[in-house]
């Protein structure tokens, strides 16, 4: 019985047809129409039968590609149909509608309470103040330079993450880009080097510098300091970042697929279209702790002066330790670390790496604050957190944790149009974000896009200053960990600095550190990324 039911709809076709032939021949002309849709039926399911790659279609012919279409439109019919507000993959509905709602300049609230269990373990939240304050002005600032930048920039706490030109299409870089103009906040350009899409419309931009060296390497791959300078010396240019590691596949380079660089592509980045564009995993400019200060030290000389920050998930803590004690030792500083979380955003990862390695942004921006306070180095340096960052909250979490900014990527691609529909890798975004398709970026119309990037970010900004007001605060710089509560397993509510274990300035230094981040500094070494052994 099951073998003749995984035949009958190929066989159904069969019979139909004959059918339709031997009607067809008795009188009934008509019918021979019909053969026009069942004789590709009965086609298709001969080549089914006999193609070699798909073991479902080979045993249950034309009706098993039903299988494909319930496959392709099983993300739609979740997310439309079966999803809960707070379902996070990786965004809920409820976050996703935050951010459409504030992008198009209209009220964010919702009804009838919140539908979190404010009872469940690790849930947290900010201590509100009797003495809640309002505020006027939310245009939160904070200068990002250190003692040997001649360049500071005066930043905005919220701006656009890294999406490299290629990784998304020109119309959304046009989008981003005007409405950080429209805002007065900064773009990311992510690896991909600088675009004309980037330089149109005179946005801020942070020049992303990775391990491929796009937009400043030589025919081998290697650093080009004239191209570098060239480029960094672009008023739009603000800042520069190394790019270390990134959250979502940290460890690993980036991928362009050779589908997706177009010969404007590979003119931006210097690369060919010959194949996918592979960065490496790891920089050649340096090697050690002490080389990389030196790197640092050239790009702020090559670039007139402006910030040089670097950016990277947390991986190995005695590596990072082994960067201060670099600095220490030269006096050589970046002029901001930008943190991002394990939890970040890319087109396109190995799911091992996306889900198991690295650290979560909350550990990992905690560990990098206190590192840079026990090692006396954290007035120096800004501290900038990246990783799953969308509301509110979100964001006053992470300054209250030590950072002085965030990054986010995802949110603003919310406001420029995206549904979450997760197929960025494939080319063939939905709404021409994710997409080098000519034809499915028309879909962004820029002008109105970019406004509602402006808008998101306005809007996001007045979502924190009411967090702030009701604090009692009045900038983010005056949160602290104290300010957070959770509660635990056992039910009990704690503040945060009983889970985010502070620290003093210089401990690691002077020694005076006990805690677990003393093992680890006393491994790291200014001289090389091993640890030290143990004697």
């Known amino acids: 019985m099951h073998h003749a039911w995984r035949l009958a709809t190929f066989g159904l076709a069969i019979a139909l047809s004959l059918l339709c032939v031997a ?22 399911g001969i080549f089914d039968m006999m193609q070699p790659a798909h073991a479902i279609l080979r045993n249950y012919p034309v009706i098993g590609h039903f299988r494909y279409l319930i496959e392709e439109l099983r993300p739609s019919v979740r997310q439309y149909l079966i999803e809960d507000d707070r379902d996070p993959l990786p965004f809920s509905r409820e976050q996703r509608n935050v951010a459409y709602r504030r992008s198009k ?8 309470g919140t539908i979190i269990d404010v009872n469940q373990p690790g849930h947290g939240w900010i201590c509100h103040s009797i003495r809640a304050v309002e505020i006027a002005d939310c245009d939160f600032r904070v200068l990002i330079g250190g003692p040997h930048c001649r360049q500071p920039y005066l930043a905005s706490v919220v701006n656009i993450s890294g999406m490299s030109f290629g990784a998304i299409s020109a ?7 005007s ?30 510098v990775a391990t491929g060296y796009f937009g400043c390497r030589d025919a081998d791959g290697d650093f080009d300091p004239e191209a570098f300078a060239r480029t960094a010396s672009l008023p739009s240019v603000k800042m520069i970042e190394i790019k270390l590691s990134q959250g979502a596949k940290p460890g690993h380079g980036g991928v362009l697929p050779q589908a997706k660089i177009t010969a404007e ?6 690369i060919s ?38 950016k990277l998930c947390i991986g190995h803590r005695y590596e990072f330790l082994a960067l201060l004690k670099a600095m220490l030792e030269t006096g050589v500083t970046p002029d901001y670390i930008a943190v991002d979380g394990t939890e970040g955003g890319t087109g396109a990862a190995p ?51 030590g950072a002085d900014f965030a990054m986010i990527a995802r949110g603003f691609m919310f406001a420029t149009g995206s549904i ?7 080319n063939r975004c939905p709404t021409g974000i994710a997409t080098q398709d000519a034809l499915r970026q028309k879909a962004i119309v820029v002008p109105v896009k970019a406004e509602r990037v402006a808008n998101f970010h306005k809007n996001t900004l007045r979502a924190v200053a009411d967090v702030l007001g009701a604090a009692g605060l009045s900038h983010p710089r005056e949160l602290t960990p104290r300010h957070l509560q959770f509660r635990r397993e056992d039910g009990k509510v704690i503040h945060g600095d009983e889970v985010h274990l502070p620290i003093q300035p210089g401990a690691l230094v002077d020694g005076s550190e006990k805690g677990p981040i003393s093992g680890e500094w006393m491994r790291a070494q200014a001289e090389t990324f091993m640890p030290a052994v143990a004697s």
């Open 23 to 44: 009607a067809g021949a008795a009188g009934a002309p008509a019918l021979y129409w019909a053969l026009l849709l069942l004789l590709p039926l009965v086609a298709l």
């Open 105 to 112: 300049d209209v009220h964010s609230s919702h009804p009838f």
């Open 171 to 177: 119309n959304a870089i046009l989008a981003l880009n």
């Open 179 to 208: 409405g950080a103009a429209m805002g007065g906040f900064a773009q990311n350009t992510g690896e991909g080097s600088i675009s004309p899409y980037h330089r149109q419309p005179g946005g801020d931009l942070i020049w992303q």
């Open 265 to 270: 592509i590979a003119a931006t980045r210097g």
């Open 273 to 310: 279209r010959d194949h996918d564009c592979v960065s490496p995993p790891t920089h050649r400019a340096f090697s050690t702790p002490l080389e990389m200060m030196g790197f640092i030290s050239r790009l702020r000389d090559l670039s007139g002066g402006k910030p040089i920050g670097i």
């Open 351 to 401: 799911p091992e790496l996306s889900n198991h390695v690295g650290l979560p942004l909350i550990d990992g921006l905690t560990f990098v604050h206190n590192a840079l306070v026990g090692a006396g180095l954290r007035s120096r340096i800004r501290v900038g957190a990246s990783g799953k960052l969308i509301t509110g909250y979100d964001l006053c979490r992470v300054y209250a944790l």
């Open 420 to 426: 979450q529909s997760r197929s960025c890798h494939t």
